[in-house]
């Protein structure tokens, strides 16, 4: 059950739904991506961790487009601007097929890089389980 919901960020293209339970927050956001609203979004995500003192994130993204390669390889960069660190665990959900490539790149690079604890998975209940138990067996940043 939610607790209140911030409710709906519109970044431009982006519509971005931020509600927090108990233990985590459950972030959707759909449209049109890109790195600069990557960067705008990723900010929102930080300051709602910090509004709820809870830095489990469970996020669904449907984005109808993809960023280049440079812009996936920088996120490391994006997130350490923003403000993610390894106290934030994220969970996440990529549901467009188009994309996922993209996204899987993206996790792949903030996780040889030890950036953040994170995982990406096919569906939302089992994301939502992981998130949700404790560190994995043997790896504290577990980003498999």
């Known amino acids: 059950m939610s607790l209140s ?6 970044l431009m293209d982006l519509e971005v739904t931020i509600t927090p339970y108990e233990d985590y927050l459950h972030i959707t956001v759909k449209g049109l991506g890109s790195y600069k609203k990557a960067e705008a979004f990723w900010k929102q995500v930080v300051d709602a961790c ?15 487009d993809s960023m280049s390669t440079a812009e996936a390889f920088d996120h490391p960069a994006l997130f350490r601007r923003v403000g993610i660190t390894k106290k934030h665990k994220l969970a996440w959900v990529d549901k467009n097929p188009r994309t996922r490539e993209t996204t899987q790149f993206v996790r792949d690079v903030l996780a040889t890089r030890s950036v953040v604890c994170g995982r990406l998975f096919d569906d939302v209940d089992r994301a939502r389980e992981w998130l949700l138990q404790g560190a994995a067996a043997g790896h504290p940043n577990d980003v498999s």
């Not at 919901?5 to 519109?10: F, L, M, P, T």
């Not at 910090?50 to 109808?64: D, H, P, R």
Request: net charge negative.
């Open 5 to 10: 919901a911030i409710g709906v960020i519109d």
């Open 50 to 64: 910090e509004q709820y003192q809870c830095y489990k994130v469970l996020g669904e993204q449907f984005l109808l």
